[in-house]
């Protein structure tokens, strides 16, 4: 409020008269002698009472430190009690512990009185007496760390010490006593691995190993087990076969023995060692059998009889393969692969021999040179046959040309050759060869085989610790594969620049051709190391996979020349028919016979296609190129059929027939190759789909069939009288009926509510989105949605019981309880280990099924509110105006269209329904037919209450909730459809897997 200059003077005026009149009253009180004696009065009736305050406080002060002085005093008293409550329950400890050991020494002296004999006592007590004694020894050392030691004790100790030997050496025997031998093997009892486990307890395992191993070495088990291959383990038992009982086996394996005058030692020199391996596994075994701990692992590889006969073994072995390195069958190829293996078992064998802990492996240790010697020795073998073998392959390719062959043996054997120095022989240089070109690539491809043959023994090499072996089969492999590329390559180069792919009459020969290029593009980093930069350069600039599928294309030509190729075959055949009833005959057979070989040959180039591009192609291209061949298979399919437009109407059936049964094994034979479901491969190839379709439900001629595949089945109207045939097929069997009109009237229900959908929202989005009435039908629409959400509204508001009632449906749909109650399932299977432990409902609940249909639960709840959300932005439509109650946390929330109660609570309802057979797996109870129908009822009649509380509590008109029902419904089929149920299942279990990992 604004002042003006003169009323604020007048303000200023009558404030100073105001102060002016209380200082004149001021005077005037202090000049009156009655207002004097009158506060003297009451300051000398106060000041008493303030001096007897002030007496009060002191005493509290001086009460509040004697009382914080008798605290400090009780605090001192209570830590000194705790300290003589320590030590009394410390003493009390060892006197317990003394009163075990008391009981141990009591045990003892009873065995050693005579009184109980160890050998006379049964399992059970005398594994209750060791016990005992082991915890009386065990308490006796804890009381002497507290300094307590006298002769008593001391006396207490030998004596316990001494019976636990007995009973521990007793324990041992009864173990042993478990192995029983018979003619046909051996046996252990059911007992000794209990046995075994109170052993282990005690950690007595050495003992009991050392009992094993002497027992074994006096029965003559190395003897047994030489003939190991021949012993079968069954359950407890060792079987020896039939044949190996009547033979007689050495106790000992003498492996100096041998002879070296033939090859066939090394063979023999191997099956000695796998006895000698098999002997190792099997005494493994018995211990495994005996403790029920890892620790036998490490004791059976410190069997030091069979340990010893492992390294003589390598010695043996490696004596051999200085023989036949030294002799003149070096150069025997077909030996290599046996020699490998002895390196790799001698590999083996001695790397565990130098990881053996505690024993004597000085005679591992001489061995190493030697086996180094014979590792380069082999390897240096390894590299000039595998050269040899390569040029031998290369020189027998035989040309036509003079010139070619002598290039070719030139810088094959010439020690001074380009191939050496890394130049590459132009392509101009060499002239093609001319045809058949099977001869070339079949050899081509029987060196790759070899070299990947190659590629798999270095890798073995080189796990197995053998890489001076491995290095250099791989540096073979290299100079293998730059010979095979400097002939081959360069010859199929001038192949697909000639004219000479056009004559060849077999497919098969471009396909190889172009198997050889996919292979040299594979190799070409391999090759590229051992050139210089100007051959390098000029063969990174040669892309052979372009060559490769020209030349397939090359081989798919001729596919479809050898289908096309039947029509003048089989007009010959009608020509020389004369009659009309051999006509038939003659005219069906020639037609079946030439068209199933062209099938059968089209068969075989597919299958070996797809074969071979699926180890050098990805995974998705293969795919789209292995669609694509199939859709060109079935038009070349479709060539032959048009070449056959006038044949009779009889055999265009047969001939229907046949081409239907082709169409089925090639979607299956190409799904199975393409890890495809048959299903996907039909549609995604439209060729298949169209002529199955109409040929299998319409059934018409094959002139008909020709014509409408070419033009579509979706671009030709379809007659009247194939509609006839259609339905009469569906309608054909009585069984089917009742499910095809039921499946009819749920498409057409569906179909209705959809377009009314569609149009109603049209009109009620024109409706919301504008404060104008637009039409006279928007205007009706909205006054008749108002009039009834009212109607009902205040319907009821006059009934207490309904409000309660309808408020309970609605906070059953309530978002605060749909996104925190999924979780609990979730956060109950990660918080648990190991769920299979559960049984009963708790097995269900810590599930990962549960989990699963929790979460999707969750991406239900999400997309509906998201959509919610977003056509609550775009409409814009208020809330009813006759309850204003209402308060939102979220400002779009203040608007009506649609209702997130209703449109949540029927995505739930419409995603269980659609998934009942998921839950009929998780509830036993659904498993009912009944159950299962009252079930969907139960979730519809909820979803509808949910639908109705929102109209009679005024939050949403009738309209919002409708508009809610039907995006609920279609937000479930979104979600039930296979790709996205398949996308968010996987990001479930990949984000549980990481979780569950960390």
């Not at 075994?285 to 492992?310: C, N």
Request: with cysteine.
């Amino acid at each position: 409020m604004q002042y003006s200059l003169e009323q604020l003077e007048n303000k200023w005026k009558e404030t100073s008269e105001t102060c002016k009149q209380l200082e004149e009253k001021l005077v005037s009180f202090c000049k009156d002698e009655r207002g004097f004696r009158t506060v003297r009065q009451e300051a000398d009736r106060i000041f008493p009472q303030v001096e007897s305050l002030l007496q009060q406080s002191q005493f509290l002060d001086k009460r509040v430190s004697e009382a914080e002085h008798e605290i400090e005093q009780l605090k001192s008293n209570l830590t000194k009690r705790k300290v003589q409550k320590e030590d009394l329950l410390q003493l009390h400890s060892l006197l317990e512990k003394l009163n075990t050991v008391s009981q141990g020494v009591g045990v003892a002296e009873e065995l050693r009185s005579g009184q109980t004999v160890p050998e006379a006592m049964d399992l059970e007590t005398l594994s209750g007496y060791e016990r005992q004694i082991q915890q009386g020894l065990r308490w006796l050392h804890f009381i002497y760390s507290f300094g307590i030691s006298n002769s008593c004790l001391a006396s207490s100790q030998s004596l316990m010490e001494k019976e636990h030997v007995r009973l521990r050496s007793e324990m041992v025997t009864r173990l042993i006593s478990c192995f029983h031998w018979y003619d046909w093997g051996l046996l252990i009892d059911e007992e000794a691995e209990w046995i075994s486990t109170m052993i282990s307890q005690g950690k007595y395992v050495e003992l009991a190993v050392e009992g094993i191993v002497s027992m074994l070495s006096h029965r003559g088990i190395a003897g047994l087990l030489q003939r190991a291959s021949k012993i079968e383990i069954r359950g407890r038992k060792f079987l020896i076969d039939q044949d190996a009982k009547e033979e007689t086996l050495q106790p000992v394996l003498e492996w100096e023995d041998c002879p070296v005058e033939e090859l066939d030692v090394l063979e023999n020199c191997l099956d000695l060692a796998n006895g000698c391996k098999r002997a190792l596994v099997i005494f493994d075994f018995i211990l495994s059998q005996t403790f029920g701990t890892d620790y036998h692992r490490e004791v059976a590889v410190g069997f030091y009889d069979w340990f010893r006969y492992e390294v003589c073994s390598c010695k043996c072995i490696l004596g051999h393969f200085q023989y036949l390195i030294d002799s003149e069958a070096q150069g025997d190829p077909t030996q290599y692969p046996i020699r490998l293996r002895g390196l790799t078992i001698c590999a083996e064998k001695l790397r565990v021999a130098l990881q053996a802990r505690g024993m004597d492996i000085r005679l591992a240790e001489s061995l190493v040179p030697d086996f180094y010697r014979a590792e380069e020795d082999f390897a240096n073998l390894c590299h000039r046959h595998i050269l040899v073998y390569a040029r031998n392959i290369l020189k027998s390719i035989s040309f036509s040309q003079d010139g070619l062959v002598d290039v070719s043996s030139s810088f094959l054997s010439s020690p001074r050759d380009v191939c050496w120095t890394g130049k590459l022989v132009d392509a101009e240089e060499l002239r093609p060869f001319s045809f058949p070109a099977c001869k070339v690539t079949r050899q081509s491809i029987e060196l790759s085989q070899t070299a990947d043959k190659i590629f798999q023994d270095a890798n073995i090499c080189l796990q197995n610790n053998l890489s001076v072996l491995g290095s250099f089969l791989i540096e073979s492999i290299r100079e293998m594969f730059l010979l095979y590329y400097r002939v081959v390559s360069a010859n199929c180069y001038n192949l697909l620049k000639s004219d000479l792919v056009t004559q060849a009459v077999y497919h098969n020969d471009c396909f190889l051709l172009a198997h050889i290029c996919c292979i040299l593009e594979m190799r070409k980093p391999l090759v590229r190391s051992h050139l210089n930069e100007e051959a390098a350069s000029h063969l990174n600039r040669q892309d052979f996979m372009i060559a490769c599928f020209r030349l397939r294309c090359e081989g798919s030509s001729f596919l479809s020349k050898s289908i096309s190729a039947t029509k003048d075959a089989i007009y010959a055949c009608v020509t020389k028919a004369t009659e009309g009833g051999s006509f038939e005959v003659c005219y069906q057979t020639s037609i079946m016979n030439r068209i199933q070989r062209s099938l059968e040959a089209a068969s075989l180039s597919l299958e070996s296609l797809l074969v071979s591009w699926k180890e050098y192609l990805p995974k998705s291209v293969l795919r789209n190129i292995g669609l694509g061949l199939l859709e060109n298979y079935f038009q070349w399919l479709m060539q032959a059929i048009i070449a056959l437009e006038e044949i009779p109407q009889k055999t265009s059936f047969c001939l229907a027939s046949l081409l239907q049964e082709e169409m089925e094994k090639k979607t299956s034979l190409v799904a199975k190759i393409l890890g495809l479901e048959p299903s996907i491969v039909s549609d995604k190839c439209s060729s298949i789909s169209s002529l199955w379709w109409i040929g299998k439900i319409l059934n018409s001629n094959l002139e008909e069939i020709v014509k409408m595949v070419q033009q579509g089945p979706l671009k030709r109207r379809v007659s009247k009288d194939h509609l006839v045939k259609l339905v009469t097929a569906l309608f054909e069997k009585s069984a089917n009926r009742k499910k095809c009109l039921q499946q009819i009237a749920i498409a057409l229900a569906f179909i209705v509510c959809d377009l009314g959908l569609v149009y109603s929202k049209l009109d009620i989005f024109k409706l919301f989105s504008s404060k104008k009435e637009t039409n006279k039908y928007g205007t009706l629409l909205r006054k008749r949605d108002e009039k009834i959400t009212k109607n009902v509204f205040e319907f009821v508001q006059r009934h207490r019981w309904l409000q309660f009632f309808l408020t309970l449906c609605s906070f059953s749909c309530d978002g605060s309880i749909w996104f925190t109650v999924p979780f609990v399932p979730i956060l109950c299977y990660l918080s648990v280990s190991s769920p299979t432990t559960f049984t009963g409902w708790k097995a269900i609940l810590f599930s990962l099924d549960v989990s699963l249909l929790c979460y999707m639960l969750l991406c239900c709840c999400t997309l509906s509110a998201i959509v919610e959300l977003c056509l609550k932005v775009l409409v814009r439509r208020n809330r009813p105006s006759f309850n204003n109650r209402a308060s939102f946390l979220v400002p779009a929330e203040k608007f009506s269209f649609p209702s997130g109660h209703t449109m949540r609570a029927f995505t739930l309802c419409s995603y269980l329904s659609l998934r009942i057979s998921w839950l009929k797996s998780l509830l036993p109870f659904l498993q009912n037919e009944l159950a299962c129908i009252l079930f969907i009822c139960f979730l519809l009649t909820w979803a509808c209450l949910v639908t109705i509380s929102r109209v009679g509590r005024g939050r949403h008109y009738v309209l919002d909730c409708y508009a809610a029902s039907v995006g609920g419904r279609i937000i479930s089929l979104l979600l039930c459809t296979p790709s996205v149920e398949y996308f968010l299942s996987s990001c479930f279990i990949l984000i549980v897997n990481k979780i569950i990992k960390r």
